[in-house]
C-alpha cells in the first residue's frame, strides 16, 4: 500500500515514510530516503527548514 501525506512535521516524516520529496513553488527540489533528503541536503534552504532537526514525540500511552 501506497500513501501520501504532506506535511510540516518533520519528525513524523523521519518516523513513517520510506521516501520523501521536498517540494519549492509546486516544483521537486529534492528526493530520497528521510536522512538523505533531512540531514544530507544540498539545498541551503531545506537545511535551513525550521523543524528539520524535530524530533517524532512519543506515541502516547493507552490507559
Known sequence: MRMMVVTHEVGFTREVADTVW????GRIIESGTPPEVLDNSSHEWLRSFPSGRVRALP???CS
Open 59 to 61: 506515541a502516547p500511552s
Open 22 to 25: 521536498f517540494l519549492d513553488k
